[in-house]
């Protein structure tokens, strides 16, 4: 079994910043891509950034030049840094794991408010 441990979630002010960790462990093969997604109320849930195993990223529109994804391919981990935030990036944030299976983890709460 693949497990993900996520942490950094939390609330923030707009124009805040906070950094996503998704730590992959278990019975993990080659990891071809690592990514973020998001899932406001009301919204379906959207890829915020992905990270293939050449190092090539994709970012929705919505957060290009704010956040920022990374990985530490020896420790199994991606990181989403997340810079001058708005109150519409508001959502549970995912982490996806993409190899021979699909693993997710179980979802970090993310809120910018005042």
């Known amino acids: 079994q693949v497990q993900l441990v996520e942490s950094g979630g939390g609330l923030v002010q707009p124009g805040g910043s906070r950094r996503l960790s998704c730590a992959a462990s278990?019975?993990?093969?080659?990891?071809?891509?690592m990514g973020w997604y998001r899932q406001a109320p009301g919204k379906q849930r959207e890829l915020v950034a992905q990270i293939i195993s050449g190092g090539d990223t994709v970012y929705a529109d919505s957060v290009k030049g704010r956040f920022t994804i990374s990985r530490d391919n020896a420790k199994n981990t991606v990181y989403l840094q997340m810079n001058n935030l708005k109150p519409e990036d508001t959502a549970v944030y995912y982490c996806r794991v993409t190899g021979s299976r699909i693993s997710w983890g179980q979802g970090t709460q993310v809120t910018v408010s005042s």
């Open positions: 278990g019975s993990i093969g080659a990891i071809y891509a």
